[in-house]
């Protein structure tokens, strides 16, 4: 079993910056992947990030550029720094793990975006 929970978020104008992290507990040395999605109201979960336990990084074209993934094994967190942001950047960003061929979610952290 993985627990995630993510930190930061929040309310930025567009063009500001935002970090928000993901902590995994419990069998956190098996997570292979780890990364964000993203839910905007109506719309379906969107991947945005993602990190594989070598270090190897995939972006949506949405974000490539703005937004930089970082993974602290170590301490078993996840953090994305997003810069330039954009009022579609709005969203319930959640964090995920895979481990042992099984995904694991956090309950999501808010970014709201305003222009």
């Known amino acids: 079993q993985v627990q995630l929970v993510e930190s930061g978020g929040g309310l930025v104008q567009a063009g500001g910056s935002l970090r928000i992290s993901c902590a995994a507990s419990g069998s956190s040395s098996s997570i292979q992947g780890i990364g964000w999605y993203r839910q905007a109201p109506g719309k379906s979960r969107e991947l945005v990030t993602s990190i594989s336990r070598a270090g190897t990084t995939y972006y949506s074209d949405s974000v490539k550029g703005r937004f930089t993934i970082s993974r602290d094994s170590a301490k078993n967190t996840v953090s994305l720094q997003m810069n330039s942001l954009k009022p579609e950047d709005t969203a319930v960003y959640l964090c995920?793990?895979?481990?042992?061929?099984?995904?694991?979610w956090g309950q999501g952290t808010q970014v709201t975006v305003t222009a």
């Open positions: 995920y793990a895979d481990s042992n061929f099984r995904r694991y």
